[in-house]
């Protein structure tokens, strides 16, 4: 009975890397997204998701409209010389549309390409290997237990 879907003709003819496939990638992030955070547009300011034996997960809310809410995620990795923020990615969460993406303007400079070369900044394909990442850094950082609530305490900024 399922052995047969995967053989649709529609999934022949579909690019794995198409802008309707991106489309879905975006509603799979905002699904990720909302279950990290799922009072997101209660929240505000910097939080701080800490987790035994994992590196802290930072989340500050830039930006809440009605419907899109922006913000910054990162793990912070403790150093001796200094703290490392990697990744560091803005995010935009479409609340009516239910879709959430990398921003365009997030600084990818230390971010490796999944084929050696960083794509046109902007292009489809750039957009393709940073919502990906994301994607698989969301069910990451859930497997790993981090979260935020709208209960928690907004991390102290100084």
């Known amino acids: ?15 794995s890397r198409s802008f309707v496939t ?3 990638l975006y509603e799979d992030n905002y699904i990720l997204v909302r279950r990290l955070v799922p009072g997101l ?18 989340m500050r809310v ?6 899109t809410t ?7 990795f403790r150093r ?15 609340h009516d549309a239910r879709a959430g993406e990398v921003l365009p303007d997030t600084d990818v400079t230390h971010f490796e390409f999944w ?13 393709w290997e940073l919502n990906r990442f994301l994607n698989r850094w969301l069910r990451y950082c859930l497997s790993e237990g981090h979260g935020f609530s709208p209960a928690c305490v907004p991390a102290e900024t100084g």
């Open 70 to 76: 922006s913000l910054s995620l990162t793990h912070v």
């Open 1 to 15: 009975m399922f052995s047969d879907a995967r053989q649709h003709s529609l999934l022949d003819t579909l690019p």
């Open 22 to 24: 991106l489309m879905e």
């Open 115 to 127: 084929g050696g070369r960083q794509p046109e900044p902007k292009s489809l394909e750039w957009r």
């Open 62 to 67: 830039l930006e809440q409209t009605p419907y």
């Open 80 to 94: 001796p010389d200094s703290p490392a923020v990697q990744p560091d990615l803005q995010l935009r969460i479409y």
């Open 41 to 58: 547009q209660e929240l505000e300011g910097v939080h701080v998701s800490r987790v035994a034996g994992t590196a802290d997960l930072h």
